[in-house]
């Protein structure tokens, strides 16, 4: 590892920080932690680096190739590179980049990136929650999103292909699946949030002075749009409150454990979208419709036999998956999830 990185080409053309960005060895991604945690100052030319890389590995295939295809070029970069040592670094320092992923994009695509790399990925999908209590859904990628009253939530173009950008505006519970090569990100008013495979709840609304990030599993980092030298990560049990206009503030960033419920022990921040079913002697269409009706998705059961199955007990669960696999665990059932929709089986 280089320790005398200039700008974001230097970095990209490090195998290791290749490797970091791909998200297929640990131990690269553990060095370069580390390394980033020790000089803050170059996070903005790790994030503009990070940016370009994941636009140009976007859409290309098996990961293990393109980590091959991507170093080939780098090399034969070195050339163009030499070339160039009398010559203006700025005017030229776009055309090296090109030249290291000759193998991957064309030259307009990396003068596109340099135009308009401080805008928004494109929206390709706008989802609304409308004044529905909550409302439920499956993304592409497997991961399950229940936003609560009066939210939105927008999607990037190539969502669950290239990339997994959102924008939220409001507040949404995530409970994200595992893809270590395309971290799940969402964007509100004040802050970004990066995962890899985790639960966890943001409330963002437009018209709170504050965006709050509570985690329950797996881990994330936060960080905050006035101020984006300052990463924040979160273990469970954790929350982290930015308020806009104060993220120079450091009480402002402060990460505070979650506020439980001294009465059933249960985080605050969860509780809206947390299900408890009693459940004495009821069928699993009854149950479907206490579900659909909590978690705000439609339920679906195609088998009449499955309809009759008949239950007893407490289930609580966060999400309508998490209670549907609650439920399997008295009588076998197949469930597929759809966008919109959770169709039931035998």
């Known amino acids: 590892m280089d320790q005398n990185y200039r700008n974001a080409e230097d970095f990209l053309c ?17 060095q370069w932690e580390e390394w980033m945690e020790a000089h803050p ?42 070339a160039l040592e009398e010559t203006p670094r700025r005017k030229f320092r776009y055309i ?9 994009l064309s030259l307009p695509l990396i003068w596109k990136y340099t135009t308009d790399k401080d805008k928004m990925p494109a929206l390709a999908a706008t989802i609304q929650s409308g004044t529905e209590p909550r409302k439920t859904l499956v993304l592409s990628d497997g991961s399950v999103l ?4 009066n939210s939105t939530v927008s999607l990037s173009e190539g969502f669950g292909k290239s990339n997994r950008i959102l924008t939220l505006s409001g507040e949404a519970f995530f409970d994200v699946k595992p893809d270590p090569a395309h971290p799940f990100i ?58 806009a206009g104060k993220a120079k503030d450091t009480a402002a960033l402060k990460v505070r454990s979650l506020a439980v419920d001294p ?37 679906v059961i195609t088998d009449e036999a ?19 696999e609650a439920l399997q665990l008295s009588y076998p059932f197949s469930f597929q999830m759809e966008q919109s929709r959770i169709v039931i089986s035998k």
């Not at 890389?53 to 293990?64: E, P, T, V, Y």
């Not at 090296?96 to 991957?104: E, N, R």
């Not at 229940?146 to 009253?149: A, D, K, P, Q, V």
């Not at 009759?308 to 007990?313: L, V």
Request: charged share 25%; with cysteine; hydrophobic share 40%.
């Open 14 to 30: 490090d195998e290791s920080f290749q490797r970091y960005c791909l998200g297929t060895d640990p131990s690269a991604t553990a």
């Open 41 to 82: 100052e170059a996070a903005a030319d790790i994030a503009e680096a990070k940016k370009i890389f994941a636009i140009l590995n976007a859409n290309q295939g098996n990961l293990q190739e393109q980590a091959a295809q991507l170093q080939d070029g780098m090399d034969r970069s070195i050339l163009l590179k030499e």
């Open 96 to 104: 090296s980049i090109a030249a290291a992923f000759v193998v991957l």
């Open 146 to 149: 229940t936003m609560r009253n």
């Open 186 to 243: 969402v964007h509100t008013k004040d802050v970004s949030i990066e995962v890899l495979g985790t639960v966890f709840n943001v409330s963002a609304y437009p018209e709170n002075v504050y965006t709050e990030t509570a985690l329950f599993r797996g881990k994330v980092s936060v960080t905050s749009k006035t101020n984006p030298e300052h990463k924040t990560i979160l273990t469970p049990n954790q929350k982290l409150v930015v308020y």
């Open 263 to 299: 009465q059933d022990h249960k985080a605050k921040e969860i509780a809206w979208v947390r299900s408890r079913l009693k459940i004495q002697d009821e069928s699993l269409e009854q149950i479907a419709i206490r579900l659909q009706k909590w978690y705000g998705i439609q339920i």
């Open 306 to 324: 499955v309809k009759q199955y008949s239950y007893s007990g407490t289930f609580e669960s966060e999400t309508v998956i998490k209670a549907l």
